[in-house]
């Protein structure tokens, strides 16, 4: 069998694995559709949630990043993984407690506020359908290269299969879905690394592998540190970013992971506090086997790119080269005429003549190691079900946000069960629909928003539900001017040097070099220092509101339908 | 240590007393001020703002930079440690206060 055979093979495979899980876990009530029943076993709620989190970027994308970022890669490890520290410490157990739906209940009902409700439901729809988006966008690129459809059809397919679950299942045919879409996706990225590992480090531990020795003694890092030097390639182990910059961007994604309205609502779907709590530990276990594993995968790469194309001889380079030329994933222009590849750094002396695109460090993988043609159909199912997991994550938080948070609690409080059920499946089928046409035709600016998806989460969700928690001091104009002021100095910053004045984005013209994408640290400050000073200079919350924190500190009573009236 | 057994008509926030509760949030906050100081410790202190200072050693039997390591692999693996113990904690401190969450 080819390679194409076998990744229609496996693809297929998984597409019927999804579809017959979604049909066994169809949602029957709008608490089965909103938060799976709030039955799901603290260990499938983990992986769940790994393969939520974990997005086509993280999958075929951040290992190439950092193998061209070396140790500036570092921000993305850290800043995607320690923030499910703050939200198993500081959020997790106590929406857990707080037991409703979604985010925006917890904000509208803390701080006795339709304004802030409102606020919190334009957030989150916003982020999400940021993200939903580049999820289509890669199921199609993923479906295109490996299958030759076109990407429209690409994305039409995706759609399907999300359409089905997602519509028909809610958050119950998700969950069960994405624990086997993170079976399938963990299982894809590991072989290729574990093949890689024996053949460069002689063990079959990728994450060992990354720290060993070659044969002639010296480090695998060491090597690389060298033939980047040689090649006058920036510092692998170093970087070249400033350390404000670094330490900026790293909190911003911490805290922004933490403010992510589809990473928190995965908490209000395990039966207890306590299950919360461990349940996040398992998701960060599960998202940890592969961001230990992306630099190692990173290393063996660049390593092995280097090693296989710096100026050897156009004609004896490997068939991949040949096969990811044809796609512009790879490009070579011989400036010198010499028929060799020369593939240089901006401090060597001579022309660059080699052009690599980050995402074939996964891509083009099993090839560059000479794998079995399996292995190629095996990442092309795995990319599939990251970007498929993520999407159907999102697109659930923005249906919830329509037929719960604005239709239920805001506009039509009449509404029945059934109609609000109803309700959020046409949402759901509307965001499936809006999130395809946005994957076939991409808004130019898709990376641009991700510096905004983590800003805004960081600078807006994560302070209001921080204080609303841990102070019961803190009140309603508190918590709006809080919001306010880190949303819009925020947004300001990254409009400004993102959409208006791009050319002026650079460290030189930066505020204190702290770069757009570590702004949110700045804008999350911000809202702390405003919340805390207008709720001193206001009354305090009612009487009521206090005793719901009261409540919430404590883990006992969540039963299984619990509703706080405050 | 007292238990309250009535769950329908028990009194709110797990039925402890004023004092009680406050005692029971004071420890829950030292404990996650404690996890959060390694938090902090591994990721911006010795990942970023040691990173090169560490660099100087390797990990013990290995060829890892000892703060390109924290940056790369050693903070996350902190991470993950960290939420099962403060999982742990909790549910023992949850015994000890009666707030545990009745099967």
């Known amino acids: 069998m080819g390679v194409q055979a076998w990744t229609f093979v496996l693809v297929g495979l998984s597409f019927a694995l999804y579809i017959g899980v979604a049909i066994r876990s169809r949602a029957g009530s709008t ?39 070396g140790y500036d890669g570092s921000v993305y490890l850290m800043g995607w993984t320690g923030g499910f520290v703050l939200l198993a410490l500081l959020l997790a157990p106590y929406l857990r407690k707080f037991g409703k739906f979604t985010v925006p209940d917890f904000v509208g009902d803390r701080y006795e506020s339709r304004t802030a409700r409102i606020v919190a439901v334009v957030c989150a729809i916003f982020v999400s359908f940021t993200y939903v988006s580049g999820q289509m966008q890669g199921v199609g690129i993923v479906l295109s290269r490996f299958l030759e459809v076109p990407v429209t059809w690409g994305v039409v397919i995706g759609m399907g299969i999300v359409f089905f679950y997602a519509v028909l299942g809610g958050m119950k045919g998700i969950t069960y879905t994405q624990v086997a879409q993170y079976c399938v996706l963990i299982f894809a990225y590991l072989v ?43 510092s692998y182990l170093d970087g ?61 790469a660049r390593t092995n790119l280097l090693d296989s194309v710096r100026d050897r001889p156009r004609e004896e380079l490997p068939a991949w080269f040949d096969k990811w030329e044809t796609t512009g994933l790879v490009s070579w ?14 401090a060597a002396e001579g022309v660059n003549e080699l052009e690599v695109h980050k995402d074939i460090m996964v ?55 059934k109609g609000e059920l109803v309700a959020a499946r046409v949402a759901a089928g509307v965001a499936v629909c809006l999130a395809g046409y946005l994957g076939i035709h991409p808004p130019g600016f898709v990376a641009e928003v991700v510096a905004f998806a983590f800003g805004l989460a ?62 949110g640290a700045l804008g999350m400050a911000l809202n702390f220092a405003v919340a805390t000073v207008v709720s001193r200079m206001t009354a305090p919350p009612s009487a009521a509101v206090q005793a719901l924190v009261e409540e919430i500190r404590v883990p006992r009573g969540s039963g299984p339908a619990h509703e706080i009236d405050a | 240590m007292e238990r309250p057994r ?52 390797m990990l013990p039997g290995s060829g890892f930079p000892l703060g390109f390591w924290f940056a790369q692999q050693g903070s996350i693996l902190v991470f993950v440690v960290l939420v099962f113990v403060y999982a742990r904690r909790m549910n023992r401190l949850d015994r000890e206060f009666g707030v545990d969450e009745e099967d």
């Open chain 2, 6 to 57: 009535h769950s329908l008509d028990r009194p709110p926030a797990g039925g402890l007393t004023p004092e009680r509760r406050a005692e029971y949030w004071t420890r829950n906050v030292r404990l996650l001020t404690g996890l959060l100081l390694v938090w902090a410790a591994v990721s911006y202190g010795a990942g970023i703002l040691l990173h090169r200072w560490l660099d100087q050693w």
């Open chain 1, 240 to 300: 070249s970013k400033a350390t404000l910059d670094v330490l900026a961007i790293t909190l911003a994604l911490m805290v922004g992971t933490a403010g992510l309205p589809h990473v928190i609502v995965r908490f209000y779907t395990v039966p207890k506090v306590r299950d919360a709590r461990i349940s996040v530990g398992w998701a960060l276990l599960f998202i940890a086997i592969l961001y230990t594993t992306a630099p190692a995968i990173a290393v063996f």
């Open chain 1, 333 to 346: 222009t011989d400036r010198n005429d010499d028929g060799r590849v020369q593939y240089l750094g901006p």
């Open chain 1, 363 to 417: 891509l083009a993988n099993p090839e560059i190691a000479g794998l079995p043609d399996w292995v190629v159909g095996l990442v092309a199912a795995g990319a599939l079900a990251a970007a498929l997991s993520t999407a159907a994550g999102l697109l659930l938080v923005v249906s919830t946000s329509v037929s719960h948070d604005l239709l239920k609690r805001t506009f039509r409080p009449s509404i029945s069960e």
């Open chain 1, 31 to 69: 608490r089965e559709f909103y938060v799976a029943g709030g039955g799901v076993p603290p260990l499938a709620n983990g992986m769940a949630t790994a393969a939520d989190w974990m997005s086509a970027a993280s999958f075929l994308s951040m290992a190439g990043a950092i193998s061209f970022l």
């Open chain 1, 458 to 519: 960081a600078s807006s969700f994560f302070p209001v539900i921080l204080l609303g928690i841990f102070s019961k001091r803190m009140n309603r104009a508190g918590a709006i001017s809080g919001m306010l002021s880190g949303i819009l100095f925020t947004a300001a910053y990254i409009v400004w040097f993102k959409f208006l004045h791009p050319e002026l984005s650079t460290p030189e013209h930066w505020w204190l070099g702290i770069s757009p994408e570590g702004i």
């Open chain 1, 192 to 234: 290729p690394a574990i093949f890689l590992a024996i053949s460069m480090a002689d063990t079959p531990v990728p994450q060992l592998g990354l720290g060993a020795h070659g044969a002639d003694g010296v480090s695998l890092l060491a090597r690389l540190e060298g033939l980047h030097q040689e090649l006058g390639f920036a």
